[in-house]
């Protein structure tokens, strides 16, 4: 399994990234009450639209394409319509202690400027995962706690450095398809990606 590059080439024209939550939900055959189990295993799905380009462009596509082997390989990417945090928040940012498999906030270190911003929605990545700003926060001293939407699933040290500035996690391509050729033109493409949870 190997990290295959994004070409330069790969220019998206819709993008929607989601998240999958590993929940299990049963009722009760008599009151019909409910409990929700939460397993914590939360994974990124993304799909991506490539629109139609010249017939010589489909070359490429069809050799990234077929590099990815199936779900075999994975490759970085980042929310393509929110490659930025809409807050302010920059700078050399690090986690500010040990933070544990499961939890639901981050805390941080070296915002710039001190009170900086992330808002809701806003994603960074820590220890080779990417997260969402669950609310707005603001940073005080450089220092903010940030409450996440989905959890850690993997312990990420202390002092492991924070990317705001489009942030990434490793995908495998779920759909299977080809580049559809008309004259003069290689097709559009929707792609499926699923995050790469690593054994």
């Known amino acids: 399994m190997s990290l295959i590059s994004l070409p330069t080439q790969f220019k998206v024209s819709?993008?929607?990234?989601?998240?999958?939550?590993?929940t299990r939900v049963s009722?009760?055959?008599?009151?019909?009450?409910?409990q929700a189990?939460?397993?914590?295993?939360?994974?990124?799905?993304?799909?991506?639209e490539l629109p139609p380009q010249a017939a010589a462009d489909g070359r490429w596509r069809e050799a990234w394409l077929a590099s990815m082997r199936g779900q075999v390989n994975w490759v970085a990417l980042h929310h393509f319509a929110?490659?930025?945090?809409?807050?302010?928040?920059?700078?050399?940012?690090?986690?500010?202690?040990a933070v544990a498999q499961g939890a639901s906030s981050i805390a941080v270190?070296?915002?710039?400027?001190?009170n900086g911003t992330l808002l809701a929605g806003d994603l960074f990545s820590a220890g080779g995962q990417l997260f969402m700003?669950?609310?707005?926060?603001?940073?005080?001293?450089?220092a903010a706690t940030i409450r996440i939407v989905n959890r850690v699933r993997t312990a990420i040290s202390d002092n492991a450095p924070v990317t705001v500035n489009k942030p990434t996690?490793?995908?495998r391509l779920l759909s299977s398809t080809g580049v559809n050729y008309t004259p003069g033109l290689a097709g559009g493409l929707q792609l499926?990606?699923?995050?790469?949870?690593?054994?």
């Open 109 to 114: 270190d070296g915002i710039s400027p001190s």
């Open 133 to 142: 700003a669950a609310a707005d926060v603001t940073a005080s001293g450089g």
């Open 37 to 48: 189990v939460d397993l914590l295993n939360d994974r990124w799905l993304m799909s991506v």
């Open 169 to 171: 996690a490793l995908f």
């Open 14 to 22: 819709a993008c929607q990234l989601r998240l999958s939550v590993n």
């Open 27 to 34: 009722a009760s055959p008599f009151g019909g009450s409910e």
């Open 192 to 199: 499926e990606f699923g995050e790469y949870i690593a054994p």
């Open 82 to 97: 929110q490659p930025y945090p809409a807050g302010t928040a920059r700078g050399t940012i690090l986690v500010n202690g």
